[in-house]
């Protein structure tokens, strides 16, 4: 991605660390870009490099000292500060890191930090063994799950001398995922969504079900973007590989039941409903309660009957909530999406090609068709699912906010 930052406000965070350095070219990074940079600093980071080293590549005033002269001038400047499009940390001591994990303000940056209501990228950078502590770990965990996004350290020679993990990455690295963050909006701060993603499972005895090869790729990018976005995100999951996602609520599931269950009690509380989930359409009448023994060549039939058809229920008792459907489709995709979208009473569906190889279940792309109930049809080229994810995101937002009553 390429796109310039000309007019973007970013709050450059600098922490005490030899990699200071680095914060000043990428400092002149950003200013080479064209956003307007306003730098602060935590009280050790004056340590290696001084203020004025900064301001002067800046041209703005540096933000130090927590109780200042409170002159006027740097009050306005603190202020455009806090309400910059971004703060980025960089370098992130372990120190800086667990103050921002708890809310502890005892210098200028801990201090903005938390009084910042924006996004926030860290880019950390320590000794390998501090890197690597259960506490720093479980601080960078903490802030994950709060939305904040890490840039992480590289491998390489460390300030102790010794070569390991905690190097920060470097300042061209931080500015494109400078650039990556700024390109997609905050435009779903505070929205609740309600994501689906995975197969379900459905069981014959104990040890043998029918289920499908859905991966929960497609719903993870999805919950994944909207969470960037700032959406609050609850993922209910089928059986997937995937690590929970931070920075949501994440419920796991096995049946297309269990999973009808869990949607229906978050139902009330959620503006966006996303089914990405490749639900199962039929399981055995009866689950037997021991492993089947096989009667020697003697066929045994099983009888399949439906599943709830969780959107269908949806639709019975949903209160306003814009509600998304996906449908994997093997033939006549668009046709057969629309019946979909009618008979489910969407919003929006996607409809998703899955007799291709490369598409569709388990690979990290897809090809996709968006309809939706004014009649139009989208057709997208083959792209990431997280790239399919923020163009989906991009559309149910233009209409969130072309029908304020809608999801709300
Ligand atoms: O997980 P991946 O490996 O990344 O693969 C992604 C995917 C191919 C699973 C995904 O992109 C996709 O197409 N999901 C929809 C799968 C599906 O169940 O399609 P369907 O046409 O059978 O169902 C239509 C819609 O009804 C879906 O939103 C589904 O969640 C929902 N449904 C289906 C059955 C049922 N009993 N209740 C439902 O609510």
Redesign the pocket.
């Known amino acids: 991605m390429t796109s310039s930052l000309k007019g973007k406000k970013i709050v450059l965070g600098v922490s005490g660390g030899i990699a200071c350095y680095k914060a000043v070219e990428l400092l002149r990074l950003l200013v080479k870009e064209g956003a307007r940079v306003f730098v602060v600093m935590s009280r050790n980071a004056k340590k290696f490099v001084t203020p004025l080293t900064f301001e002067a590549l800046s041209r703005n005033p540096v933000y130090h000292k927590v109780f200042d002269s409170a002159d006027s001038a740097s009050m306005e400047h603190i202020r455009a500060a806090e309400a910059a499009d971004l703060l980025v940390v960089a370098p992130a001591t372990a120190g800086t890191l667990g103050k921002m994990a708890h809310g502890l303000t005892d210098d200028a940056l801990s201090t903005l930090f938390v009084a910042f209501r924006g996004p926030v990228l860290v880019a950390p950078a320590m000794n390998d063994g501090m890197y690597d502590n259960p506490a720093v770990r479980a601080n960078i965990e903490t802030m994950q799950s709060r939305g904040i996004g890490f840039i992480d350290p590289e491998v390489g020679s460390l300030a102790c001398g010794v070569v390991g993990l905690g190097r920060l990455a470097e300042p061209e690295k931080i500015l494109a995922a400078v650039r990556d963050r700024l390109a997609r909006a905050w435009d779903l701060a505070g929205r609740q969504f309600l994501i689906?993603?995975?197969?379900t499972r459905e069981f014959l005895d104990p040890v043998r079900y029918i289920s499908?090869?859905?991966?929960?790729?497609?719903?993870y990018?999805v919950a994944e973007a909207a969470r960037d976005r700032g959406a609050q995100v609850t993922l209910i999951s089928g059986p997937?590989p995937l690590k929970p996602p931070p920075g949501m609520r994440v419920f796991a599931c096995k049946t297309?039941q269990e999973m009808?269950t869990l949607v229906l009690d978050h139902l009330a509380s959620t503006e966006i409903l996303v089914?990405?989930?490749?639900?199962?359409?039929f399981a055995p009448e009866q689950v037997q309660k021991e492993k089947i023994k096989k009667q020697g060549d003697e066929p045994i039939q099983i009888r399949l009957l439906?599943?709830?058809?969780?959107?269908?229920e949806?639709a019975k008792s949903k209160t306003g909530q814009f509600v998304v459907?996906?449908?994997?489709?093997t033939e006549n995709l668009v046709e057969?999406?629309r019946e979909?979208l009618l008979k489910?009473d969407l919003d929006m569906?996607?409809a998703?090609d899955?007799s291709a190889p490369g598409i569709?279940?388990?690979?990290d792309t897809?090809q996709?068709t968006f309809l939706d109930r004014s009649g139009t049809v989208e057709q997208l080229p083959l792209l990431s699912?997280r790239e399919i994810a923020h163009r989906l995101l991009d559309r149910i937002a233009a209409k969130l906010s072309s029908n304020p009553q809608t999801g709300s």
Request: glycine share 12%; net charge positive; no cysteine.
């Open positions: 689906t993603a995975g197969p499908n090869p859905s991966s929960g790729k497609m719903g990018a997937t297309a009808r089914m990405t989930a490749a639900v199962g359409d439906p599943t709830p058809d969780i959107l269908r949806v459907g996906f449908a994997a489709e057969s999406a979909k489910k569906i996607v998703n899955v569709g279940f388990q690979s897809n996709v699912k």
